[in-house]
């Protein structure tokens, strides 16, 4: 129904940047919420960042606490694909990274890409 491709993982020293990219095809539904959310070994799935579609009037774009002044998410409404620019990275910030799309309109539903991975040496 819908497809999500995730690009742009892989290892960075302490300090670098990664940009992630994320690309949705498919039956998407316009007004949507596309966000990254990211996955620690031994810790729970938490939201990264996240950016409404379209709707300007709606525009909302929201950020963990760890990441805020690091981190820019940012979409083309138009091409349904959403990026992560990450500087500064840090060690702590190694994880597993998916891209999500999820109906306003339709709450119970979300689609998931297969994640990427993230490592950050130190």
């Known amino acids: 129904q819908v497809q999500l491709v995730e690009s742009g993982g892989g290892f960075v020293q302490a300090g670098g940047s990664l940009r992630l990219s994320c690309a949705a095809s498919g039956s998407i539904v316009s007004f949507n919420v596309m966000g990254w959310y990211r996955q620690a070994p031994g810790k729970q799935r938490e939201l990264v960042a996240s950016i409404t579609s379209r709707d300007q009037t709606n525009y909302h774009t929201n950020y963990a606490d760890s990441v805020k002044g690091r981190f820019t998410i940012s979409r083309d409404n138009t091409k349904n694909t959403v990026n992560l620019q990450m500087n500064s990275l840090k060690p702590e910030d190694t994880a597993v990274y998916y891209c999500?799309?999820?109906?306003?309109?339709?709450?119970?539903?979300?689609?998931w890409g297969q994640g990427t991975q993230v490592t950050v040496s130190s």
């Open positions: 999500n799309l999820r109906p306003v309109l339709m709450p119970t539903q979300s689609w």
